[in-house]
């Protein structure tokens, strides 16, 4: 027992998780504080995105324990649990899938009035703050199709935004946008990190993750390899895996 101050938000402890015989989690640690950005990066298939799934229940892991908010999630056996923490888990994908037949703001309105059964007038209200938050309020009334990738993906995350949640996971929400929409997706997550949003974000943009995040976990083949500030990431890495790897990004 600790007369414990502990702000820790999300914690996995020794983590394994396999599909079939591909072991994907070969014992992750992690902790993140409230109000912290914490950026995963890496190379592709070294489990980033199985990590962040495991973090909001998509994925279960074999052993290893996994808290979030105060619940334990690695015994949450019932799917009706899992949704439960869910409510309160933000997650934006790389692909946002916007509802096409649905304006903007139903999108928006559409997960806080049907799984929370809020209020259909504040929700909207919230919606349009949030829409406001994330620049795009002239946008209300079109349709998904009616936008550019980047401006889609403002609406996924103003979307989970509506939810309230207690963190938000960000994977790899810029990689599938043309170069000249990923600025305004970065702008819009860096002022929710400045807000103090508790975030996760697995991404392969260095220059963002080093100015935005309080920690930086470098993960390969299942492990976290290193975690540190930015600095000791990006710059003083003595690992040369990281270094290589840091090093063909930025
Ligand atoms: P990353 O996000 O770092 O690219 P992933 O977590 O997506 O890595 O995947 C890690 C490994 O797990 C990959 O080898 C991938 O093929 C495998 N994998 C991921 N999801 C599944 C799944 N649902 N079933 C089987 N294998 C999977
Ligand atoms: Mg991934």
């Known amino acids: 027992m600790t007369t414990s101050t502990d702000t ?34 890496g190379p592709s298939g070294s489990g980033k995105s199985t990590l962040l799934r495991c973090i909001n229940a998509l994925a279960m892991p074999q052993s290893g324990r996994i808290t979030v908010a105060g619940t334990r999630v690695d015994t949450l056996t019932k799917e009706s649990e899992r949704i439960e923490l869910r409510k309160r888990v933000g997650i934006v994908f790389q692909q946002y899938n916007l509802f ?18 809020a209020d259909r007038t504040a929700t909207e209200k919230l919606a349009r703050e949030l ?37 938000v996971l960000f994977d790899e929400v810029t990689s599938a ?18 807000d103090g949003m508790t975030s996760i974000l697995v991404t392969h943009e260095m220059r963002f993750a080093e100015e935005i995040s309080d920690t930086v976990v470098f993960t390969e083949n ?6 540190g500030s930015p600095k000791e990431i990006f710059h003083d890495s003595d690992n040369s895996r990281i270094r290589q790897f840091v090093g063909g990004l930025s």
Do not use: C
């Open 8 to 41: 820790a938000i999300v914690k996995l402890e020794d983590v394994h998780l396999s599909f079939g015989n591909t072991q994907v989690l070969k014992g992750i640690d992690l902790t993140v504080n409230k109000g912290d950005a914490v950026s995963i990066i």
């Open 100 to 117: 096409p037949h649905l304006t903007v703001l139903d999108n928006i309105v559409l997960a806080p009035t049907r799984i929370l059964g």
């Open 131 to 167: 829409l406001e938050k994330v620049r795009l309020s002239e946008k209300a009334d079109a349709y998904p199709g009616q936008l550019s990738g980047g401006q889609q993906q403002r609406v996924a995350i103003a979307r989970a935004l509506a939810m309230k949640p207690e963190l």
């Open 177 to 194: 946008l043309d170069p000249e929409t990923v600025g305004e997706v970065l702008w819009v997550i860096r002022d929710l990190i400045r």
């Open 222 to 227: 299942g492990r976290v390899v290193a975690h």
